[in-house]
């Protein structure tokens, strides 16, 4: 080889340095750009008398400066930061919306039992009623609104799950074709690396990323399969599979990810294999955050109108009339699976211990060879029996269950939301303010004759509602000679004599106890009797009042404000703990990103440094070029 193509040689690997420097400078801002650099090599020497002469260069290859473990693990730490920003995102609504003071359940609560106290210290006024009607349609109104925003939070998060589905498959899409293109040009470029398509797809796989948690495999060929979940597919070569946002076979109402397979086939994801990302943590928010706190709260607003309508059941209105029912709750409703393939219906209903007994966890009820299973998805507790209404006994969870008709098959299931509902469904069923039932329906008297010191109390009407059928018969209690017995007169009560006496001790009949005390007379009479024209009792409104500090729900532990203040509570710490995960994770992208870039990234002094080189390199080459050309001019002479 002669000067000249030494010169030459040097010449144009010093443009290809320039131009491989000038494009780094260029994408010094191009997101997902990796530094590209020359790899030169020196070309073969020829042996002559004087030796080995060298021939020059050549440029090999521009490689570019790519670390695999270092990308993979910015990968890892931006979709646990995208899945904890999502989830923040989210859940912040709900803590802001259930802490406010001025729209929480809290105020609306004591609201409520403030007007209770009202009537309890007037019973017949009506003003007094009708505020605590207004109290009453207020609180009611506070769970609807409650409850409409986190429907609407829950609407929000099915569309996003869907544009998220939307994105994945587009990212998937292009990964596609990039491999495609990537093969193509490793082929017609002699198994040269396209960096720029290969920089292209690494930050497609990126973005992806974002949404949903990816792995990736390359192959022999150059092309990367990416997978999610436990190893499904997404993107095999050029080919890619398509997501779909199907509604959930057990959960109509719920927006889940489904697998398109051959012949327009849709596998449901488990949402549990749905991990990291945007997509990731609104899955992970819905069902961890979401879902219990409207049941939660619907739980409260359960417990609330069933407590009080047991209780007002037991009293008696301005009319005389016995109480009904003060709020009305809608009940649970199975849920059969779009899969299920027998015919059964199953009815559901509280059970008389549901205040107490619900949990704010949705169930599943399975059936399979003549068994029914019942599993609490909250941790998976389950429960069997030959029947669905056995099953939910045994389970004793705050509801019932029947087969109202129809055969189950194998394999049949059916979602069971006792709560979902609860602060949504619950209404004021009374609009008349007499019909408040605070008197209680019998009263207790001693008779003027009577000559020992006996005192008979007011006397409480026994609980569970209904009313004992002979609640309002009269009842003759008569003390024997000596007085430490009683006889019993009255219709249902079935006359006994004789009856031990003790001071104090409650006496049952009829659906009521009462209490003598003191020192009864032979011949003392008591008597128990319908509670005609007691306008101004005001017994049962006291009770309905205690409601208000009982610890009537989650197995008789919580209060009403208790169990809401819990829901706030348990959304606030996990807010909390989302923030600072969410952080820690933030740290870790920028920690990561920082270690990449400081290998990969463009170093704009380097690359302003490797100008210098390369443009010298240029010069010089240019000059051998130029002085072999003078030298072939001298030959030319000396010899023309």
């Known amino acids: 080889m002669s000067t000249l193509s030494i010169g030459i040689s040097g010449l144009t690997a ?39 002469i060298g021939q020059g260069t050549h440029v090999e290859t521009v490689r570019r400066v790519y670390d695999q473990f270092l990308s993979r693990q910015v990968l890892s730490a931006q979709a646990s930061a995208s899945a904890m920003d999502s989830y923040l995102g989210q859940i912040r609504q709900i803590d802001n919306l259930l802490a406010d003071a001025s729209s929480g359940v ?33 609180l009611v109104a506070r769970f609807q609104a409650l409850d409409q925003r986190l429907t609407e939070i829950r609407d929000g998060v099915n569309s996003q799950v869907m544009s998220e589905v939307a994105l994945i498959n587009s ?37 992806l990323n974002k949404s949903v948690r990816v792995s990736t495999v390359e192959q022999n060929d150059g092309s990367i399969n990416v997978f999610i979940g436990s190893g499904q597919p997404l993107v095999v070569g050029n080919q890619r599979y398509t997501l779909k946002a199907i509604e959930s076979a057990e959960n109509p109402q719920r927006i889940v990810v489904g697998l398109e397979t051959g012949g327009g086939n849709v596998i449901e994801f488990p949402e549990s294999q749905i991990v990291g990302g945007t997509l990731g943590g609104l899955v992970a928010f819905r069902g961890e955050s979401l879902d219990n706190a409207q049941n939660a709260l619907g739980r409260v607003a359960i417990a609330l109108a069933l407590n ?66 019942l599993t609490r998805l909250s941790d998976n507790a389950n429960w069997t029996a030959g029947s669905a209404a056995a099953v939910a006994t045994a389970a004793a969870q705050g509801f019932d269950l029947t087969l109202n008709a129809g055969v189950p098959a194998n394999g049949d299931s059916f979602l069971i939301q006792p709560t979902r509902t609860g602060a949504q469904g619950i209404a004021v069923a009374i609009s008349d303010p007499r019909a408040i039932a605070a008197a ?39 003390f024997n000679n000596p007085p430490t017995t009683f006889n019993v007169s009255g219709t249902g009560t079935g006359n006994p004599v004789n009856v031990p006496f003790t001071a104090g001790q409650d006496i049952q009949y ?31 409104a006291i009770l309905l009042a205690a409601l208000q500090t009982a610890s009537t729900m989650a197995g008789g532990t919580a209060s009403y404000q208790s169990a809401y203040s819990q829901i706030v509570s348990e959304v606030g710490n996990k807010t909390r703990q989302v923030e600072t995960i969410g952080e820690a994770q ?55």
């Not at 443009?15 to 801002?29: C, D, K, V």
């Open 586 to 640: 933030t740290n870790l992208v920028t920690q990561a990103t920082a270690e990449r870039e400081q290998m990969s990234g463009v170093n704009l002094d380097e690359e302003a440094a490797n100008l210098l080189r390369y443009q010298q390199a240029y010069q010089a080459s240019a000059k051998v070029i130029q002085i072999a050309g003078s030298l072939f001019d001298d030959l030319l002479a000396i010899f023309g």
């Open 510 to 540: 009829n659906g009521w106890t009462i209490q003598i005390s003191g020192a009864p007379a032979a011949g003392d009479i008591f008597t128990i009797e319908a509670n005609n024209a007691g306008v101004a009792d005001n017994r049962n």
């Open 106 to 138: 809290s105020p609306a609560l004591s609201a409520f039992f403030a007007g209770v106290q009202q009537v309890t210290a007037y019973p017949t006024s009506i003003p007094a009623r009708q505020a605590m009607l207004s109290a009453s349609e207020s």
């Open 440 to 478: 209680a329906p019998m009263r207790t008297a001693k008779t003027l004759a009577n000559t020992g010191t006996g005192t008979i109390s007011a006397g409480n009407v026994d609980a569970p509602p209904p009313p004992n059928a002979n609640l309002q018969q009269t009842v003759t209690i008569t």
């Open 308 to 373: 009080v309508n047991d209780q007002h059941r037991l009293g008696m209105d301005l009319t005389g009339a016995l109480g009904g029912a003060y709020f009305s709750v809608a009940a649970p409703v199975p849920v059969p699976n779009d899969d299920n393939g027998g015919t059964a219906s199953i009815g559901a209903s509280f059970s008389a211990t549901a205040a107490s007994d619900l949990t704010a966890s949705d169930y599943r009820l399975s059936y399979a060879a003549g068994t029914y299973t």
């Open 171 to 207: 990212y998937a899409g292009q990964i596609a074709e990039l491999n495609q293109a990537i093969l193509l040009s490793r082929t017609g470029g002699l198994g040269q690396e396209p960096n720029d398509l290969l920089d292209q797809r690494d930050q497609l796989i990126a973005e």
């Open 14 to 52: 010093a443009n290809i340095g320039l131009a491989t420097t000038s494009h780094n400078i260029a994408n010094a801002s191009t997101a997902g750009y990796n530094r590209q650099v020359l790899v030169q090599g020196t070309n073969l020497p020829v042996l002559t008398g004087a030796g080995f």
